[in-house]
């Protein structure tokens, strides 16, 4: 064959390795609705839609009302308000995949080159891997397609005239969908920077000639920053409006570092414990393909793309919610870098003939199709059990059954009950998206408004169940109601147990995915009158086995309720609920822990082995029940089997004090003092101190000492 065919072939299948990727592409952004902070959204645009102004101060809280909030997403919630009211919930889908669509084109446009086809679609295929975690439909989305259009434009088209007129519109349209907007100016001022570094200070190699601007495209870039940053002022609160998202970017540190602690998209994507596992693994390989390519084309380096690289790797280093930003950056800068580099200099002589370099870059795409063919059949099978119709569900298109709590915010709705109720952080978007203005939340997804001493407050009522400060806001806001999510997370037993000791409240719904506790008022007292769970009267709701059939199914439903009523002190619906679940799923392992707990709490200690050890058997890495069979072993005196499990926990966390704690009373008992008080000393060295522990752990030790002084009694004569 000619070279002139090979040539030809590995150009079709890199246009076909294209097709194949946008293919992928629409697949994976088509996942169903599972963002918490969309409902506030869609509220916001009806809201917005129907007063015709946009607020600024809130309208959705009752603990905050009347508060100032400059709302920078205005936008982007009447485009999803609008749109879902016109197409539906799948049309904001397709909304997401036609954004994210033109997002991954203008990238294709940045970086496209005929040469090297292969490596455009890989880096775009891990940029795609790292952005799919952030496949929500949230403003970020029109954020990351203004950051890349912006950087398309400014280089590639800044010597345009209409290029002016086009980022002054993309600013705006920015300002008034998301907070990031900034980056535009900022990315225009890295720009003036770079270039003027290039001008006036003495470079290595030939740093200051790549990608140097003419004069009339340097004179054009300070010309569009004055208007860019006069862009960012319009918006329905001009210059405060354009200054607050800087101001809350910058006060991140002190007291707000609590949100960083408690939302996962604020936590940091790399650890030192993280560093070397596959977390996050492709925005990692992003880090060293692009850090190599300023490597291997270290003598021309373009200063521009060295500044956003190093810039945005920082940014993305703070937050996981950053880590798209990075991602499309980084495929900027490989592109530059690659720019410089030829086959001939990469590869050994004899392999640097043209026919060679065809077939590799054939084989290359044939690999890249190949696998994201395979990622893409792997996608498809995502799915789970609806246990309201007994089928799948895809996770594809419509609204996510396992997220939200909607069977509980169906009732609410449904009961027609009003009033201001206390939630957790997790529910609060979707509580104002289906029940505002009827029910006003405690709390939401906007930290910025809220206040990191807001979230500390609330955090003592959620995790601690701190009745003193739920006091005093019931009184100042009129707290008359509670919903509690154990859908998206487990309630605390402390916050259930707080609700559950008042004895003005009732519980009138419980299931798997909340609790709801009403307080008696006059407005109320119909529904508890009409609503109230007794749950000494419960009796579990059993699936319909022979509509199962045989599918395997986890029946979480069953243990989420066992849970919740295990807290509350209803043992024997808990067991019941247990039961119910392994009828369904034999081999369900955290139905046997429940099981387990139950019994040993009725001190039958010799039933609760039997089930924690059937719960650890099916749950390997679950500590928790690992602990319970630990305990279970102390209970019936085999100190030897509880020591082996106590270690087990020891060296999977070795942090965990009751597994210390465990060691260390079960090594008293065998008469190992000198380990025993060691233990006791790693215990209390992590600063959370059992002081009823401590004590047992000294009494076990003085008491052996004690019986094994013999005391010799004279014979009488």
């Not at 101190?689 to 076990?700: F, T």
């Amino acid at each position: 064959m000619s070279e002139r065919f090979w040539k030809n072939l590995s150009t079709t299948m890199g246009w076909l390795s294209i097709f194949v990727f946008f293919a992928l592409l629409t697949f994976t952004s088509s996942l169903e609705v599972k963002d918490l902070d969309l409902w506030l959204h869609l509220r916001m645009g009806y809201w917005i839609s129907h007063h015709g102004f946009v607020p600024n101060y809130d309208v959705l809280s009752c603990t905050i009302s009347g508060k100032p909030w400059v709302n920078h997403e205005w936008l982007f919630q009447v485009l999803v308000y609008q749109m879902q009211k016109a197409y539906g919930f799948d049309g904001l889908i397709s909304m997401q995949s036609f954004v994210v669509g033109l997002t991954f084109l203008a990238l294709l446009f940045l970086g496209y080159s005929r040469e090297r086809q292969w490596l455009t679609v890989f880096t775009l295929l891990m940029v795609l891997l790292v952005y799919q975690t952030r496949f929500t439909i949230r403003p970020d989305i029109f954020s990351l397609l203004f950051f890349v259009l912006y950087i398309y434009v400014l280089s590639i088209h800044i010597n345009k005239r209409w290029s002016v007129y086009a980022l002054v519109i993309l600013q705006i349209l920015w300002s008034n969908m998301h907070g990031f907007f900034f980056f535009g100016p900022l990315l225009v001022g890295l720009g003036i920077l770079s270039e003027f570094v290039k001008r006036r200070l003495p470079m290595p190699y030939e740093w200051n000639t790549v990608g140097r601007l003419t004069d009339g495209e340097f004179n054009s870039l300070k010309k569009i920053f004055p208007l860019v940053l006069l862009a960012c002022c319009v918006n329905p609160l001009t210059i405060q409006g354009a200054w607050y998202p800087v101001s809350v970017f910058f006060h991140l540190a002190g007291d707000n570092k609590i949100f960083f602690n408690h939302i996962l998209e604020l936590q940091k994507p790399i650890t030192a414990s993280t560093i070397f596992t596959d977390r996050y693994c492709y925005y990692k390989v992003l880090i060293v393909i692009s850090t190599l390519s300023f490597v291997f084309n270290r003598r021309k380096i373009d200063i521009s793309s060295l500044l956003v690289w190093f810039i945005f790797l920082g940014f993305s280093l703070v937050a996981i919610r950053n880590l798209i930003y990075f991602a499309a950056a980084s495929y900027m800068v490989i592109m530059v870098n690659v720019i410089s580099l030829s086959w001939e200099k990469l590869v050994p002589v004899r392999f640097s003939s043209s026919k060679f370099k065809h077939l590799t870059g054939i084989v290359c795409k044939l690999g890249i199709i190949y696998w994201m063919f395979n990622f893409g059949l792997q996608m498809s099978s995502d799915g789970y059990f609806d246990f309201d119709t007994y089928n799948r569900k895809s996770e594809f298109f419509g609204v996510s059954k396992r997220v939200y709590p909607y069977k509980a915010v169906d009732f609410l709705i449904k009961q027609h009950i009003k009033g201001n109720f206390f939630n957790d952080f997790n529910s609060g978007a979707y509580l104002v998206g289906r029940t505002n203005p009827d029910i006003k939340v405690f709390i939401d997804g906007r930290t910025e408004v809220y206040g990191a001493n807001f979230f500390e407050t609330y955090l003592k009522i959620w995790q601690e169940g701190n009745a003193h400060t739920f006091a005093y806001f019931e009184h100042k806001d009129n707290i008359t109601g509670a919903f509690l999510n154990n859908a998206h997370q487990q309630i605390p037993e402390a916050v259930l147990k707080m609700f559950h000791s008042f004895k003005n409240w009732s519980i009138v719904y419980l299931d798997y995915d909340a609790v709801i506790f009403l307080k008696q008022t006059p407005l109320n007292k119909p529904f508890i009158d009409r609503l109230l769970v007794d749950t000494s009267k419960w009796n579990p709701k059993p699936m319909d086995l022979l509509k199962l059939g045989t599918k395997r199914i986890d029946p979480f439903p069953f243990t989420g309720r066992a849970y919740i009523l295990e807290a509350l002190g209803a043992d024997e619906a808990a067991l019941l609920e247990s039961k119910e679940a392994i009828k369904v799923a034999p081999d369900y392992g955290p139905a046997y822990s429940m099981l387990g707990k139950i019994y040993n709490k009725r001190k039958d200690y010799k039933k609760a082995f039997e089930y924690y050890r059937l719960g650890a058997m099916y749950l390997q890495g679950d500590l928790q029940t690992r602990l319970g069979l630990a305990q279970a072993y102390e209970d019936l005196k085999d100190y030897k089997g509880a020591i082996i499990q106590y270690q087990r926990v020891v060296d999977a966390s070795p942090k965990n004090v009751p597994g210390y704690f465990g060691l260390a009373r079960s090594s008293a008992e065998l008469g190992q003092d000198k380990k025993a008080l060691e233990l006791l000393g790693s215990a209390q060295k992590l600063g959370l101190e059992d002081k009823v522990d401590v004590q047992k752990i000294h009494d076990i030790i003085n008491n052996k000492k004690k019986r094994s002084v013999v005391v010799k009694v004279p014979k009488r004569k």
